[in-house]
T-cell receptor, first 115, second 113 residues
Framework: DVKVTQSSRYLVKRTGEKVFLECVQD?????MFWYRQDPGLGLRLIYF???????EKGDIPEGYSVSREKKERFSLILESASTNQTSMYLC??????????????FGPGTRLLVL | QKEVEQDPGPLSVPEGAIVSLNCTYS??????FMWYRQYSRKGPELLMY????GNKEDGRFTAQVDKSSKYISLFIRDSQPSDSATYLC?????????????FGKGTKLSVKP
């Protein structure tokens, strides 16, 4: 079974704080993703990585950065948290796409509240 | 026009009913189609995965893809209260960006005992 774990289920932070969200997968997947999920807006891709030290911007990268130093670990960083970053953050991983496509496996999510 | 459209619901049905969930899409290059189920306060979990057109059945669940109409469906037979969740469709094209999995916004389903 694919397992994607996230470091925290719930986090409360203050405006201006630096926030680290960690994600670890145990299936040797090449791809890793960070999404945020908000009511009425669905899942929105923040960043993804297809290899160690590689990253690409998704649809809403502003205010976020990422780090992938090891294949199994992908971190999302909020450099200076703001209230509009209050959301559910979901990490996912998948195999590198070949000719058969790939499916993404999600972690349980981190519910972040920025006060 | 958005790439993927999904009726958000909520959809409420009695236990035992047949449920039909649908997504429409605009990009004819989409080849891979998925359905995810997301329980409240949990991450999405993959439910069904199909490639190109046709039907795929897994127990009480049937996924159907009609590429000519750019329409996909998920049918749930003999629905149970444990099926109450949000269902998200997702799709992508062959090749292209590795991150290019496009999600619908999800349909919230409630199955009443």
């Amino acid at each position: 079974d694919v397992k994607v774990t996230q470091s925290s289920r719930y986090l409360v932070k203050r405006t201006g704080e630096k926030v680290f969200l960690e994600c670890v997968q145990d299936m040797d997947h090449e791809n890793m993703f960070w999404y945020r999920q908000d009511p009425g807006l669905g899942l929105r891709l923040i960043y993804f990585s297809y290899d160690v030290k590689m990253k690409e911007k998704g649809d809403i990268p502003e205010g976020y950065s990422v780090s992938r130093e090891k294949k199994e670990r992908f971190s999302l960083i909020l450099e200076s948290a703001s209230t509009n970053q209050t959301s559910m953050y979901l990490c996912a991983s998948s195999y590198l796409a070949g000719t058969t496509g790939e499916t993404q496996y999600f972690g349980p999510g981190t519910r972040l509240l920025v006060l | 026009q958005k790439e993927v459209e999904q009726d958000p619901g909520p959809l409420s049905v009695p236990e035992g009913a047949i449920v039909s969930l649908n997504c429409t899409y605009s990009n004819s290059a989409f080849q891979y189609f998925m359905w995810y189920r997301q329980y409240s306060r949990k991450g999405p979990e993959l439910l069904m995965y199909t490639y190109s057109s046709g039907n795929k059945e897994d127990g009480r669940f049937t996924a159907q893809v009609d590429k000519s109409s750019k329409y996909i469906s998920l049918f749930i037979r003999d629905s149970q209260p444990s099926d109450s969740a949000t269902y998200l469709c997702a799709m992508r094209a062959l090749g292209g960006s590795q991150g290019n999995l496009i999600f619908g916004k999800g349909t919230k389903l409630s199955v009443k005992p």
